[in-house]
């Protein structure tokens, strides 16, 4: 073979700077540092892990315990606070910081939960109809368009009525609700990949059509997956938020965000802080994981040719 | 007389995570009225961006500086963008490479073609149109009136190409900028669309840079041509000079690499370049070519390897002497 | 005497496409019946322009598309019969973009091991010495399998699809337009290798090309394909030398070469675009044919065989 004067992956020294391409991975981690929307919203994420995992260690009180002599304690920035109770207490007594740790583990829980569920069955069905197209596409897309046509809530609402409402209820029928988003995106990334020639000369390879889907497809998938899975597990726990808000999701006692902002209602005029604060927890933590699955979205964008 | 296009010392950086990109390096050359320049070469030499850097149309964050940068007696170099947004399409027009993405969707042929004139001059629609059925019949395309109400997708690549043509020369320009024309088109199309190009020029005493990598567009159309490669010309002069006897090492070596029906012998083995084009990432010292020259020496590491000149317009950079050059293969 | 590594015989291909919302779907006939035979050793150029079929013909002879009618032989068994695993051992395809055909996913050395992998063949330690082998054989540094597509240029990265197309030394390499998308200079070092390997590994080649002087140079007999059929085939040197169909001589003459002093030619082809839902009547060709009459409009032309080659035209030049 001819001999190559230049050495490869880069040019010679004298030519300028010795230029190595990176890998994938180290060009995916300089943008990540580089994004501020995906360092704020991980450290969000981090930390609301973090607290959930150490729940336990953390709060100074047990979250069920009720105290009705200490019941309606405002939080330490108000007059009558102490330290006590940063947070204060709610109608029964119980800490509120306390309850606020153990509500991030509630939401986290059922935020990741639904999200795998909807990951798996919107996965199995956007990349059927992707890869397929003709029939299968239609039975899926009617699949998408039915699910579409129907408001979540009103749905688990009325299958929890039906069935009565706990936490393992709540993930499932959130879960299978949920899944329209995954389908979609993975759908359309899926029919664009499968016109690549990589595909095609995998299967001139001989590689079977399961082989192509898992092996070929979907590590090209998994940017766009990854992304719409940190935007659904904000979208997971609002929605049980609202559902226990109403009454329709996790049962009392649990510390569950909403079901604190549904307990505190009543009291909303004369003790907000009832409400505000698992409201702004609520926030900060949708905020920060759709500031992460947007972050991640820019970061994995598609590279340019060299 | 001064030059149509007079351009010295251009050099475009764009700033990327890597370092500095010198995408264009002290480029010059000039064009008179009625003239073909083709700059030439492969991709990443910096040809496309030199004729962006001309219009003014570089990529956010690109760093244009020039010595001279002159048309038609104005200065453009420190020209304001509203000056040199009535310049293009009005005094100079550009002919993108892909026919498919350069047309707009939305707005039929003859929306499109009305408004490049509409942009620059006061004249009424009924003006515009007929203009535009003048020049769509002078590119060649049949029944011109009922042509303007279809839009880009009905029509083919080659039409699509002459309606680019066509629009170009909605305002009279003086000068055409054509990157890569043909590239994406058919073989058969291809000559007649060239064809059409020259004939224009010819009719409207344009002058035109044709930029391209196929150096048989060269031969046929240009006059004169300048080699370029890392950024930098490395070869300049009128194309019978150049294609007869080449001097600077790449040219030779592009020459080689051709296949000509007819010409190059079966069986044997085309000639090549060995290596890859370099990123002209970072400060650049010495030949750019050094590393797949088989001719390369020790001082072509060394800086200031300048653009010899032998007569007015035909140069080249190397340190190698003319005949030096000529005596063997690359 | 050896059946040819490839042979097809009426291949036809007719796609379903919608006409417009509600008006039903109509028949587009991307291949007319085309019948090839390539010997082993040899290199079958077959070019046309864009809408011609060439790429059609390709897919279905790697097995991705069913044809709609006729059949293709691999060294005499049909494909019908064979199934994928059997036709990827023996037919490999080379692609034109090198930046779409390799998984940007994927190392290099998973990329060309693949073949290997989906048959099955060999354990890892076997497969990895296999992978090596081939990489050095088309000039890339062994050490490269553990880089990714991206960091390659578009002559490596085609030098890998290459490596992953040899890998199982199949009995046909298919390369459409295999250095269309490479630099001039990096073209000629893929097309070296690919006539040293031809030499080396004794392989047959169908190469697919829009560019006359590639396959003239590479190729040792060409088809030449208009709207879904061959209008002209024949040993190479006698094509480019006395090329008879109208299209093989417009086709020839628009190839422009390097020589300055030369004006740009007359190909004599009219403007009319021929769409392929619609064919015109009769031969194919003949809206655009400078020798065309009355008869052209009606009637087919049937291919006429002489000496070893075929040209499908009322009015060919004598041979």
Not at chain 3, 181 to 210: C, F, G, K, P
Request: aromatic residues 6%; contains cysteine.
């Amino acid at each position: 073979m001819e001999a190559e004067k230049v050495r490869e992956g880069g040019f010679e020294i004298g030519l300028g700077l010795e230029v190595v391409f990176p890998t994938p991975g180290q060009i995916m981690q300089r943008r990540m540092l580089a994004h501020k929307g995906f360092l704020i919203g991980g450290v969000v994420f981090i930390l609301v892990v973090l607290m959930a995992l150490f729940a336990a260690q953390i709060s100074p009180h047990d979250p069920y315990r009720q105290d009705l002599a200490q019941r309606m304690i405002p939080p330490i920035w108000q007059a009558e606070g102490t330290w006590n109770h940063p947070l204060g207490t709610d109608s029964l007594g119980r800490d509120y910081l306390s309850r606020l740790f153990y509500g991030c583990r509630i939401s986290l829980l059922i935020g990741f939960t639904c999200m795998l569920i909807a990951l798996v069955i919107g996965t199995v069905l956007g990349l059927t109809a992707g890869y397929f197209g003709g029939k299968v596409d239609l039975a899926v897309s009617f699949l998408i368009t039915v699910r579409l046509a129907l408001p979540a809530v009103l749905v688990a609402i009325a299958v929890v009525a039906l069935i009565g409402g706990s936490m393992k209820v709540v993930i499932i029928v959130l879960g299978c609700l949920i899944w329209d988003r995954f389908a979609v995106v993975l759908r359309s990334s899926t029919q664009q990949i499968r016109s690549m020639d990589y595909v095609s000369a995998a299967k001139a390879a001989g590689c079977s059509v399961p082989w192509i889907m898992i092996r070929e497809i979907m590590p090209n998938l998994l940017n766009n997956l990854v992304v719409v899975a940190t935007l659904e597990i904000g979208r997971a726990i609002l929605l049980e938020a609202a559902l226990s808000f109403l009454g329709m999701g996790v049962m009392p006692p649990t510390p569950s965000w909403g079901l604190m902002i549904s307990e505190g209602k009543e009291f909303m005029l004369f003790d907000p802080y009832l409400i505000t604060i698992p409201g702004v927890a609520l926030f900060i933590l949708v905020l920060g994981m759709n500031l992460l699955g947007d972050g991640l979205r820019d970061v994995t964008a598609p590279e340019g040719r060299t | 007389m001064s030059p149509l296009l007079e351009v010295r010392g251009l050099n475009v950086d764009l700033p990327l995570a890597a370092g500095v990109l010198h995408a264009v390096r002290e480029v010059s050359f000039s064009l008179e009225k009625g003239e073909t320049l083709s700059l030439v070469g492969e991709s990443g030499c910096g040809k496309s961006m030199t004729a962006l850097a001309m219009m003014d149309l570089l990529p956010p964050g690109a760093v244009r500086r020039a010595e001279r940068l002159t048309f038609e007696d104005r200065d453009l170099a420190k020209a304001a963008e509203s000056k040199m947004a009535a310049l293009r399409g009005a005094r100079m027009a550009m002919i993108f490479q892909e026919p498919m993405t350069s047309l707009d969707p939305c707005y039929t042929i003859g929306n499109q073609l009305e408004e490049a004139l509409l942009v620059h001059r006061r004249v009424s629609r009924r003006e515009a149109r007929n203009r535009a059925v003048f020049l769509l019949e002078k590119v060649g395309i049949t029944a011109a009136s009922s042509r303007l109400k279809q839009y880009p997708h009905q029509l083919s690549g080659g039409l699509r190409q002459r309606v680019m043509i066509a629009m170009g020369l909605m305002c009279g320009p003086a000068m055409i900028i054509a990157d890569e024309p043909t590239t994406a088109l058919d073989v058969t199309i291809q000559a007649q669309i060239l064809a059409l190009l020259a004939s224009v020029q010819k009719e409207f005493e344009m002058g035109m840079i044709l930029i391209t990598h196929d150096l048989g567009v060269v031969a046929r159309v240009a006059d004169r041509l300048a080699v370029m490669y890392c950024g930098m010309v490395v070869e300049t002069g009128t194309v019978k000079e150049v294609f007869e006897r080449p001097l600077h090492p790449y040219t030779r070596g592009l020459m080689d690499c051709i296949p000509v029906p007819g010409k190059s012998l079966k069986g044997r083995k085309l000639g090549s370049i060995p290596g890859m084009v370099p990123t002209p990432i970072g400060e650049l010292t010495g030949c750019p070519f050094r590393n797949r020259c088989s001719r390369a020496r020790g001082e072509c590491a060394g800086s200031g390897i300048g653009l010899k000149e032998l007569s007015p317009g035909r140069a080249y950079r190397c340190l190698l002497s003319p005949q030096d050059c000529l005596a063997g293969r690359v | 005497m050896e059946p040819p590594v490839l042979q097809t015989v009426d291949l036809t291909k007719v796609y379903q496409v919608s006409a417009g919302a509600f008006k039903g779907k109509l028949p587009l006939q991307a291949v007319g019946g085309v019948s090839l035979a390539v010997p082993r050793g040899s290199v079958l150029g077959l070019v046309g322009e864009s809408g011609c079929g060439k790429t059609t013909v390709a897919k279905m002879v790697l097995g991705l598309e069913e044809p709609s009618g006729g059949d293709i032989l691999l060294s005499g068994q049909s494909l019908k019969k064979l199934s994928s695993k059997e036709i990827a051992g023996r037919v490999q395809p080379v692609f034109q973009d090198p930046y779409s055909s390799l998984n940007p996913r994927k190392s290099i050395g998973s990329i060309i091991s693949l073949p290997l992998r989906a048959l099955g063949l060999g354990r890892r330690a076997e497969q990895e010495e296999k992978v090596q082998e081939i990489m050095e054989v088309v000039g890339l540094p062994p050490r490269l399998r553990h880089n990714y597509p991206n960091q390659l240029s578009g002559g490596q990265r085609q030098r890998v699809a290459v490596a992953r197309a040899l890998i199982m030394r199949p009995e046909l390499v298919l390369c459409d337009e295999p250095t269309s998308a490479l630099d001039v200079s990096v073209q000629a070092q893929i097309l070296n290798l690919l006539m040293d390997l031809r030499q080396e590994l004794n392989l047959t080649y169908v190469l697919i090309s829009h560019d006359l002087a590639v396959v003239e140079h590479m190729a040792t007999r060409v088809a030449v394909m208009y709207l879904g059929r061959i209008v002209e085939e024949a040993e190479t040197e006698a094509l480019f030398r006395n090329p008879r169909h109208p299209y093989t001589q417009a086709l020839l003459s628009s190839v422009l070469t390097p020589e300055p002093g030369l004006s740009l030619p007359e190909t004599h082809l009219g403007v009319a675009y021929p769409n392929p839902i619609d064919p015109p009547s009769g031969c194919t060709f003949h809206p655009r044919c400078p020798k065309a009459d009355d008869r052209c409009s009606r009637e087919r032309p049937r291919p006429a065989l002489a000496d070893g080659s075929l040209v499908e035209c009322h009015h060919p030049a004598p041979g």
